[in-house]
């Protein structure tokens, strides 16, 4: 499977943990992308690496979230004391010109 | 960023074409078109995306407005694994890389329910 691989798919946690997520890109793709996306909206952009920089961050990515690209090929998506409002579907896209292409996604439950 | 206006939901007839339309009358004159659509349980995929001319691909035909100001995403047979959100979305035209990836700015996009 050449696609990009999410994981978890389900996490379910309780507030004021932590939680990270891992987003395998499709092999050479440069550009990273992570969003999170609620029931009902689409999908909203959280922060964008090109490479192992990370280029660009939404004011959604609180202090309580951080994202990492260390070797310009995994990512992974922290978020410490989780709360309820945290409760969306982590999206992870990758791509290399002007298509993105996304990942299954890791839906995040916080009791 | 420029807006786009879709409606909330369409329905179609299985293996008839579908017309969804797209409102983006403050689109400025580099924004890219771009279509993508998000089936149940899965994350958006790429459909299709053009500037000025009208694009045909495996998937869809894009049609644009000779203004601009609108343009209608074409499945022509619609089948049941066509039944999902579709969002069009206008891209940033990157002010130094020439080759766009910026980031996908998503409204609520189009519901689509293919009826069998």
């Known amino acids: 499977d050449t696609g990009v691989s999410q994981n978890p798919r389900h996490k379910i946690t309780k507030r004021g943990q932590n939680v990270t997520f891992r987003c395998d890109p499709i092999?050479?793709?440069?550009?990273l992308y992570w969003y999170r996306q609620t029931l009902g909206q689409g999908p909203e952009f959280l922060t964008y690496f090109q490479n192992e920089a990370q280029l660009e961050k939404s004011r959604l990515l609180s202090d309580r979230f951080s994202a990492e690209r260390p070797k310009g090929s995994f990512s992974t998506l922290e978020i410490q004391r989780t709360e309820q409002g945290d409760s969306a579907m982590y999206l992870c896209a990758c791509g290399l010109s002007d298509t993105q292409y996304f990942g299954p996604g890791t839906r995040l439950t916080v009791l | 960023d420029a807006k786009t206006t879709q409606p909330n939901s369409m329905e179609s007839n299985e293996e008839e074409p579908v017309h969804l339309p797209c409102n983006h009358s403050t689109i400025s004159g580099t924004d890219y078109i771009h279509w993508y659509r998000q089936l149940p349980s899965q994350g958006p995929e790429y459909v299709i995306h053009?500037?000025?001319s009208n694009v045909n691909n495996r998937m869809a035909s894009l049609a644009i407005a000779e203004d601009r100001k609108s343009s209608t995403l074409i499945l022509h047979r619609a089948t049941l694994r066509d039944a999902a959100v579709y969002y069009c979305?206008?891209?940033?035209?990157?002010?130094?890389?020439?080759?766009?990836?910026?980031?996908?700015?998503f409204g609520t996009g189009t519901r689509l329910t293919i009826i069998p």
């Open positions: 092999s050479e793709h440069n550009r």
């Open positions: 979305i206008l891209r940033d035209p990157p002010p130094i890389i020439p080759l766009g990836n910026e980031k996908l700015t």
């Open positions: 053009g500037l000025t």
